[in-house]
Every structure is written in C-alpha cells, then in structure tokens.
C-alpha cells in the first residue's frame, strides 16, 4: 500500500517555466489537497479538492492550477514559475469523513532560479 | 475564520525531561484538532487527534495531548523524552461541521532533545 506518492521528489525550474506536480493516492480518498511548505509560515493550502473533477481555491492559489480528472489523481500546475513558488509542495488525501486524518505525501523541492 | 497558533519556533528540552509543545486555535464550531510530526526530508506522519469525548488523548511514540475548551489549547506533550523526539512539529485544526475537509495549520514548533 502505497499511500501518498508525489511525482517528482525534487526540480529546479528557471523562471518563466511551467511544470505539473502529480500526486497519486491509492486509498480512495474523495478529498485531497495541495499544500506549500514555507519556514516559519507553516503549510498553507493552495487548492484542494472534493472529488473527481471538483477543485477550489485555498489561501494561496495564485499562480497555480490544478486538475482532478480521476479520482486518485491530483495535479497541481505551475505555468510561469516565479522565484517566490520555491517552496516543498506538499500533497495530502483523506476520506469525507470528517474525524480522519489527512495522510501526506513525501514532498516535491522546488527551486526557482 | 480558523486559525493556529504554536506560540514557540523551538523548544529545547533534555532527554528524560518531560516535554511541551504549545498549541491555540480559533475555529467556529466544534473543533478538531490534530498533530502531526516532520522529519528532516520527509513528509508529515499523524500523531494524535482529538475529536471528541475523553480531554486527554493518546498517540503514536508516547505522545499525548490535552483539550482544553476553555483555554482553546490542545498542547503536545511527553513524559519523557528521547533525542529521537527531535522533529518539526505541526499542530492542525478542521472544522467539526467540513464539508470539505481542509485542514489549517500551525507555523510548527522545532523540538529539539539533547542528550
């Protein structure tokens, strides 16, 4: 059982490039989430979804898109990176069920130069 | 709006003492709250949650936490603690009444145990 899986681990990005995160879950979560990792900010929510093909913004979606196509799938898109997108991205699942915890997945290193 | 609040970047305790992480919150509705724990170059891992019923809740590793309603706290704590404890620690709050599931986090709390 894998869990959380993001794809990849680390990138380096010039500005001005795009890339897509993917996370890849294997629990059936309907819910999952995009989060960025700052030092001393926490992680904040960029945008997260209810299920296939539902997506909402979270505190800070500018910048980014994401797609929820199949259910275990959530990708997040960057298409013009900007050095202030360096970041560790996290991704995050859980069940509807409101009382679970949200599994994480190993993070993707993001640097933009 | 919610909101967390880990009022320490770090604390530095001695291995053997009793340890303290500090968490407040702000949710309207029932909360619930959870912690989690960050290795270096690792995701995060669930510690504890606390959704209802008993104040005091247990978790992995010998952690526990205590609710408290009136000081809307929900503080980390151990016994006694390892150099192993040594971690990033992340305190969380949902909405009791979500719909959607969005957990709010703390800035994290740096815990550093030395032998």
């Known amino acids: 059982n894998a869990g959380v899986t993001q794809t990849p681990k680390f990138r380096v990005l010039k500005t001005g490039q795009s890339m897509t995160l993917l996370c890849a879950q294997d629990?059936?979560?309907?819910?999952m989430y995009w989060y960025r990792q700052d030092p001393g900010m926490g992680l904040r929510l960029i945008h997260y979804?209810?299920?296939?093909?539902?997506?909402a913004k979270g505190e800070v979606p500018d910048g980014y898109n994401v797609s929820r196509l199949k259910k275990q799938n959530f990708l997040l898109g960057l298409e013009s990176a900007a050095p202030s997108q360096t970041s560790v991205y996290f991704c995050a699942s859980s069940y509807t069920v409101t009382n679970t915890e949200a599994f994480f997945g190993q993070g993707t290193r993001l640097t933009v130069v | 709006a919610q909101s967390v609040a880990q009022p320490e970047d770090q604390v530095n305790v001695a291995e053997g003492n009793p340890l303290t992480v500090k968490c407040t919150y702000s949710?309207?509705?029932?909360?619930?709250l959870f912690w989690y724990v960050q290795y270096p170059n690792r995701g995060l891992q669930f510690l504890l949650k606390y959704i209802t019923g008993d104040n005091l809740v247990k978790g992995s590793y010998g952690f526990e936490a205590e609710f408290n309603k009136s000081q809307t706290s929900f503080h980390l704590k151990k016994p006694s603690a390892l150099v192993s404890d040594s971690a990033l620690y992340f305190c969380?709050?949902?909405?009791?009444?979500?719909?959607?599931?969005?957990?709010?986090f703390g800035q994290g709390t740096t815990l550093q145990v030395k032998p």
């Open positions: 949710v309207s509705g029932n909360p619930y």
């Open positions: 969380a709050v949902r909405r009791g009444s979500s719909n959607t599931g969005k957990l709010i």
């Open positions: 979804s209810v299920g296939e093909g539902t997506t």
């Open positions: 629990m059936n979560h309907e819910y």
